[in-house]
């Protein structure tokens, strides 16, 4: 009988990347689904992009993950780019089909898919998001996509802020305003949806949001993206005040998820991953 060797590659591109939890999740989903595919963590340095493009070409990836520093460098060295990628300017997920190359994002996806699973309503709802990097970024289109009327946007830098309401209020459905975050910011008491889409909680455990805890009512429901704990202290004063809550483990785990989807064509075992990356990170 003939053995098979070889294994179908993935993986992610970035640079740092050694600590990229990616494939802890997409690993775990193929060896849960016995594919023969292996998933690879690659240090690609800024200006070696295009080359490992053609490196993933030659070598007949079925897919990369892409990150910092080259989610927007990386569309244009793609043949298609999905309608809401383009309009964040910034892709995580790549797939290849018959020589092509596709674009996806899948972090906004990942974090609506949080609030569906929920059945927390979005459309017509009122949302505020704190930050207004490339994670932010992705949430705020794809909410607007997904039917929200407003988002606040609140940064430290205006320029940011600014870049991403104009944004919103250009290429979405959504109405966007900017609040600069120069003090303790209070929650508009007609908010639905909050988001810390900043990376503070990331590193020091001991570190939340600068925002008046006080001002949450209990109808807010409270989103963190913070993907290696599940109880954020940001979390932890929302449940205090009696809010629903949503972490960024499970964000990070969706967007595996579709990501999984679009290169295998099956549904992802997403409690496989979820708990794998609970193992991982040890909570
Ligand atoms: P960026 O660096 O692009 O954006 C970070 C944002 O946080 C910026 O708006 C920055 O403001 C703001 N910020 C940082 N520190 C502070 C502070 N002390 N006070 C106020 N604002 C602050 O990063 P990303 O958007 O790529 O990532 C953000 C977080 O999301 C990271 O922790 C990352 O690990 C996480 N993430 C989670 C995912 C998930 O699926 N759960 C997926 C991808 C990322 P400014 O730019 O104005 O300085």
């Given amino acids: 009988m003939k053995r098979v060797y070889q294994k179908q590659l993935l993986g992610v591109f970035g640079d740092p990347v050694d600590d990229n939890p990616s494939v802890v999740i997409e690993q775990a989903a ?52 999905a309608e809401d990628a383009r309009v964040m300017g910034a892709v995580n997920t790549i797939y290849q089909r018959n020589g092509k190359l596709y674009g996806e994002n899948t972090d906004g996806k990942g974090f609506v898919m949080n609030l569906k699973n929920g059945n927390i309503p979005i459309i017509n709802k009122n949302a505020v998001i704190l ?41 979405t459905p959504a109405c966007a305003e900017f609040e600069l975050w120069n ?19 990331f590193v020091k455990e001991t570190e939340k949001p600068n925002i008046n805890y006080e001002s949450l009512n209990a109808n807010v429901v409270v989103c963190d993206v913070i993907p290696n704990k599940e109880n954020t202290l940001f979390l932890a004063e929302a449940k205090k005040k009696g809010c629903r809550t949503f972490h960024g483990m499970q964000m990070l785990v969706n967007q595996g998820a579709i990501a999984f989807e679009l290169w295998t064509g099956r549904k992802a075992p997403v409690e496989v991953m979820l708990k794998a990356l609970k193992e991982s990170y040890k909570v």
């Fill in 30 to 81: 193929f060896d849960a689904e016995n594919l023969p595919m292996q998933y690879l963590t690659i240090q690609v340095k800024k200006g070696d992009l295009q080359k490992a493009i053609d490196g993933m070409k030659a070598m007949n990836f079925l897919g990369i993950n892409i990150t910092m520093p080259h989610k927007m460098e990386v569309l244009k060295y793609l043949d298609v780019v």
């Fill in 131 to 171: 930050g207004a990097g490339g994670v932010a970024r992705a949430i705020a289109v794809e909410l607007a996509n997904a039917g929200i009327r407003k988002i606040t946007v609140v940064n430290i830098f205006e320029e940011q802020g600014e870049a991403l309401t104009g944004l919103l209020n250009h290429s």
């Fill in 183 to 201: 003090g303790t910011y209070s929650i508009p008491e007609n908010t639905d949806i909050l988001v810390n889409a900043t990376s503070i909680g």
